[in-house]
């Protein structure tokens, strides 16, 4: 009997997006930039292949499909995704416009990919590679989508399994790089190759995360960032970049396959799970038992409708959703499905990959504020304050600008984020974090009080020794000098040793606060005898040991 005809892919779309954390940059008093990271991208001028991208709502290309992205969302999220509008924002005012800006690079044109030694080449259209940058927050996102028809279901899964790595797992025995292409290259408009991956080269990553205990990115990668620099890299730039997350990069698909009924449950395993096709076994052994209802989403998953046999599935770090070929609705890209997974799910999947991104740098800042602090050293001390009230007022403005539990009222978008979410454990993050903030302005401000009540200690201490002076003084002061019979000098001479002997007895005074404050307790409690009170005196004196 022969083997069936293989799940031929006639369309497959992929959009890898990979969240990091921008570092260093402006000075603390440069608010502006610190606010707004990409106006160090605008003033390379042409030095920088990145332009800002000038949305369809600014132009003249404005079609059905972007009115269908607006009106999925509510208002509040349309406010955040595309800002207020001609009439609300001020020439040049970031913080009324949008406060996601899009920059965007026209020099890379394909990208040829070999999965594994020995197999044929494939060669990926380059639909558009965006940088992503929100107003107020260090965090931008890489957005690289990837088409091509066509192919094996098969190789469909691998190219999306192997795809999207920053830098290689390992190596094998072959010195072959593991789970990432065996070569990667980026193309321009006329075929030629710009830049090659170099994840074969083993040395060069083992001496990287050596020397900087940090990995190395991919040249093929590095090249796509530039000029942004790898933080870890050594190199100069005016933009930063740190990994904040796995490695792999989260990813959407879209695959328009001949017969969807052919696919079967370990295909769909393999699907959201993204685990390619090197795992001969099956995917059942370790897929959890409710898969269905945790992973697809299958309201349209049936025999009839525009769209028969549509089926969204989702883990986190993937969506992806696949279709009949031959539904025009389906492959429709400006009122169908593919102008849905490029517009709305596109967008929903970017929110949520930003929320749990922009969390997990507020963690890592207030790490970082803790292993720079040392309570011996009062610069650090400031520091970790300044640092610690600027992440306070961050995520109080990451919380009301950019935390959205919900963002549509449309069914499967409402679904579709909420499962997103869920398998991102965002929530669970947002609670980590604000109660690792709450616990760190709980600290400053229980330190606040700590030193205000040891200042009311030291200043009710110089008070109550200073008044015994002052009796005395008072009494005496009559007669103690014939004021109006002594000559100016004298008096002038006479006033300032009287004023630094003051002096000196109060700083001295303020010196021996604590343990006067001390001894004045040990004084005012009647049943310490006097004989103890007696040595309490004698210890404002006594020398601790080091």
Not at 193 to 215: G, I, K, M, Q, W
Not at 329 to 344: I, P, S, T, V
């Amino acid at each position: 009997m022969s083997a069936p005809a293989p799940i031929i892919v006639r369309h497959l779309r992929q959009s890898l997006l990979w969240p990091l954390r921008l570092v260093g940059g402006a000075a603390d008093d440069d608010a502006e930039r610190r606010q707004m990271p990409w106006r160090a991208l605008q003033e390379l001028g042409d030095a920088s292949p990145w332009r800002e991208h000038v949305d369809e709502y600014h132009g003249s290309g404005f079609h059905e499909r972007h009115y269908n992205e607006f009106v999925s969302f509510l208002p509040y999220v349309q406010r955040f995704l595309y800002g207020e509008g001609r009439s609300r924002q001020g020439a040049g005012d970031a913080a009324q416009g949008s406060p996601m800006r899009v920059f965007r690079r026209h020099d890379l044109a394909a990208l040829r990919v070999q999965l594994r030694p020995g197999e044929a080449q494939l060669l990926l259209r380059v639909e558009h590679v965006d940088l992503i940058f929100f107003f107020g927050v260090d965090i931008v996102l890489l957005n690289v989508e990837l088409s091509t028809d066509d192919l094996p279901l098969a190789q469909a899964r691998e190219l999306m399994y192997r795809s999207g790595r920053a830098y290689p797992a390992g190596w094998d025995a072959g010195g072959e790089p593991l789970h990432c292409p065996s070569s990667v290259a980026w193309l321009d408009a006329q075929g030629r190759e710009v830049v090659c991956s170099d994840a074969a080269d083993r040395a060069l990553f083992l001496t990287h995360v050596a020397e900087h205990r940090a990995p190395r990115i991919a040249a093929h990668w590095d090249y796509v960032m530039a000029p942004l620099v790898n933080h870890h890299s050594g190199r100069p730039g005016a933009l930063r970049y740190r990994q904040i997350e796995y490695y792999r990069m989260p990813m959407m698909a879209y695959l328009a396959v001949d017969e969807p009924s052919r696919l079967t449950r370990d295909d769909y395993l393999r699907l959201a799970l993204v685990t390619g096709s090197h795992d001969r076994a099956g995917c059942d052994a370790f897929a959890p038992a409710d898969f269905e209802q945790q992973y697809c989403y299958d309201r349209f998953w049936t025999d009839s409708g525009v769209a028969p046999r549509t089926r969204y599935l989702c883990s986190g770090l993937s969506l992806v959703v696949t279709g009949d070929a031959h539904s025009s609705y389906f492959r429709d890209a400006e009122r169908g499905a593919l102008a849905q997974f490029r517009h709305q799910h596109f967008l929903l999947f970017l929110i949520a990959h930003f929320q749990k991104a922009a969390l997990l740098m507020m963690s890592d800042q207030l790490a970082e504020a803790l292993m720079a602090l040392d309570v011996k050293r009062p610069d650090t001390v400031k520091r970790f304050k300044r640092q610690i009230r600027r992440n306070y007022v961050a995520f109080l403005s990451f919380t009301h600008r950019y935390w959205f539990h919900e963002i549509s009222e449309q069914a499967h978008v409402k679904a579709l984020f909420r499962m997103c979410t869920r398998h991102l454990g965002i929530d669970g993050v947002y609670a980590e974090v604000k109660e690792r903030i709450h616990d760190m302005s709980s600290y400053l401000d229980a330190d606040a009080l700590r030193r205000q009540a040891n200042t009311v200690v030291r200043l009710t201490v110089v008070t109550i020794f200073g008044l015994v002076g002052t009796i005395t003084a008072g009494l005496l002061g009559m007669s103690l000098l014939a004021g109006p019979n002594t000559p100016v000098l004298e008096r002038v001479l006479t006033f300032i040793g009287v004023l630094a002997a003051a002096a000196a007895l109060t700083i001295y005074t303020i010196v021996k606060s604590k343990r006067l404050s001390d001894f004045l307790d040990v004084v005012s409690d009647e049943r310490v005898g006097g004989w103890n009170k007696l040595r309490a005196l004698v210890a404002v004196w006594r020398r601790e040991p080091m």
